[in-house]
């Protein structure tokens, strides 16, 4: 079989796509995911896919973030029509992150059309829109952890639990060639151990001869989630109590909102926080926890005991869920002491952009980052400390206090992910990729593997194919 990396490689931590064709000319496509964080470059990159979505016979898809997702309306709009299997969490996500991906979509290439009639250019058309993304939702079919089941008669496939997010999946492909049977596990991104919503990442793995792993945090280690507790308890005293100004905290939509949410909780019900309220302004998020809220069997014990305790545990009385555009910008005036929550993670897009417009010069305001921002976003060039930011094509100074909590990442550290590969015999793995990290995590993360006992190491290159 032969095997092409087509996005998170090379260096690149989003666009997620590996192609794999069988000997008997069959193609399974390992997620469709978009480029995300590089300016007008993006536009380009997520329409160059390296394959033709006619000749795609399966789609199998790891989880819902748009970097792993969010180019599947855009290849049905291309002729895709080929079955699209996850778990049944991953597809209830699916089902409103693409059509919020659509809607933004629509949105910027409007305003970038006026941009272009001022200078007398034909206007551009989306990648695709929110009606693509509902129309792509029928391509979906569902199955549960641990089972396999047949996609053609000689490759059969199972998801495996990562904790990343909700539904989120390793992939194992068993492929019969040649009277012999290749297994192949593909990670996908690996989540956190001892987390306080989701279950830990399974260690119910087979033993794989090819293994393609993320290395988001390959050369990284994360504080305990305990500690990050305690910072953020004290973040937000700091914040809201001693600076008296709003804590805005730009949270991922699908998993980060939701633990920032839950933490915020635990903390409120023990008393242990100032007396402010609470806004998760995100619509995108708003919908996603009514789907958490559904997938209990994805929870850890711990989460199910607070439920049973508490009933919701992503709402108490000083927590507000804003859906409106009229809402969101009345917190613009708003000038009490407060925590925003919203989307997205890497500042590139969504209503926390314009909260950053409104607040980023005032120096009472704290910007709190939770997770990864690619080196190109303007999440990024925030928390590096520039000086001077664009924000919708204007120049902002950044006078805000900066803080940053690591431990609420979705992704495994290095030491994670040794602990989750850590039931596999490296002297069995025939070969192992090395994608989704930036050159420095790639690099450090091979060391530790072949530290480790793992030989035959790679760090794939951008539309590389190698023959298994």
């Given at each position: 079989m032969k095997l092409e990396f087509l996005g998170a490689s090379g260096g690149e931590v989003t666009g997620s796509k590996f192609l794999i064709t069988t000997v008997e000319g069959n193609k399974i496509l390992l997620d469709c995911?978009?480029?995300?964080?590089?300016?007008?470059?993006?536009?380009?990159?997520?329409?160059?896919?390296?394959?033709?979505?006619?000749?795609?016979?399966?789609?199998?898809?790891?989880?819902?973030?748009?970097?792993?997702?969010?180019?599947?309306?855009?290849?049905?709009?291309?002729?895709?029509?080929?079955k699209i299997y996850c778990t049944s969490a991953t597809r209830d996500l699916c089902s409103i992150m693409l059509a919020d991906s659509g809607k933004i979509q629509e949105a910027d290439i409007y305003q970038f059309n006026k941009k272009r009639a001022r200078q007398n250019l034909?206007?551009?058309?989306?990648?695709f829109t929110m009606k693509d993304a509902h129309e792509s939702m029928k391509l979906f079919f569902t199955s549960p952890y641990d089972k396999p089941f047949d996609i053609f008669p000689n490759v059969s496939v199972e998801?495996?639990?990562?904790?990343?997010?909700?539904?989120?999946?390793?992939?194992?492909?068993?492929?019969?060639?040649?009277?012999?049977?290749?297994?192949?596990?593909?990670?996908?991104?690996?989540?956190?151990?001892?987390?306080?919503?989701?279950?830990?990442?399974?260690?119910?793995?087979?033993?794989?001869?090819?293994?393609?792993?993320?290395?988001t945090y390959g050369n990284r280690l994360h504080s305990t989630i305990e500690e990050a507790e305690e910072q953020l308890m004290l973040i937000v005293k700091d914040a809201c109590a001693k600076r008296r100004g709003k804590l805005i905290i730009p949270s991922f939509a699908i998993g980060r909102s939701q633990e920032i949410i839950y933490a915020l909780h635990r903390l409120h019900k023990e008393k242990n926080l100032p007396d402010v309220e609470i806004f998760v302004d995100s619509p995108l998020a708003v919908s996603a926890t009514d789907i958490y809220r559904l997938h209990r069997e994805c929870f850890n014990d711990e989460?199910?005991?607070?439920?049973?305790?508490?009933?919701?545990?992503?709402?108490?009385?000083?927590?507000?869920?804003?859906?409106?555009?009229?809402?969101?910008?009345?917190?613009?005036?708003?000038?009490?002491?407060?925590?925003?929550?919203?989307?997205?993670?890497?500042?590139?897009?969504?209503?926390?952009?314009?909260?950053?417009?409104?607040?980023?010069?005032?120096?009472?305001?704290?910007?709190?980052?939770?997770?990864?921002?690619?080196?190109?976003?303007?999440?990024?060039?925030?928390?590096?400390?520039?000086?001077?930011?664009?924000?919708?094509?204007?120049?902002?100074?950044?006078?805000?206090?900066?803080?940053?909590?690591?431990?609420?990442?979705?992704?495994?550290?290095?030491?994670?992910?040794?602990?989750?590969?850590?039931?596999?015999?490296?002297?069995?793995v025939k070969k192992?990729?090395?994608?989704?990290?930036?050159?420095?995590?790639?690099?450090?993360?091979k060391e530790k593997l072949e530290e480790t006992g793992f030989k035959k190491v790679s760090l794939p290159l951008h539309k590389e194919s190698v023959k298994l």
């Open positions: 995911g978009m480029y995300q964080g590089k300016g007008l470059e993006t536009d380009s990159m997520n329409r160059d896919l390296g394959f033709d979505p006619r000749e795609i016979d399966v789609l199998l898809l790891s989880h819902a973030h748009i970097d792993h997702s969010g180019l599947i309306p855009y290849i049905y709009t291309l002729g895709f029509n080929g034909p206007p551009v058309e989306p990648i998801f495996k639990d990562t904790g990343h997010i909700l539904g989120g999946s390793s992939i194992v492909l068993r492929i019969r060639e040649n009277n012999k049977v290749k297994t192949l596990l593909y990670t996908s991104d690996v989540g956190r151990y001892n987390k306080k919503i989701l279950k830990d990442p399974t260690s119910n793995l087979p033993q794989a001869d090819y293994i393609i792993c993320e290395s989460m199910n005991e607070f439920i049973d305790e508490v009933s919701d545990p992503f709402g108490f009385n000083k927590l507000h869920y804003i859906r409106t555009i009229e809402d969101s910008k009345k917190l613009n005036i708003y000038n009490k002491p407060c925590v925003i929550i919203s989307a997205s993670g890497m500042m590139e897009a969504g209503r926390v952009k314009h909260h950053l417009a409104n607040n980023i010069s005032n120096p009472r305001t704290t910007i709190l980052s939770v997770g990864y921002c690619a080196p190109t976003t303007l999440g990024a060039r925030i928390m590096r400390g520039d000086k001077t930011v664009s924000i919708f094509g204007n120049k902002y100074k950044v006078k805000a206090h900066l803080e940053s909590i690591d431990s609420y990442s979705g992704h495994a550290d290095y030491l994670e992910l040794l602990q989750y590969l850590s039931v596999q015999n490296p002297k069995k192992f990729f090395v994608v989704h990290g930036d050159d420095e995590s790639r690099e450090g993360f």
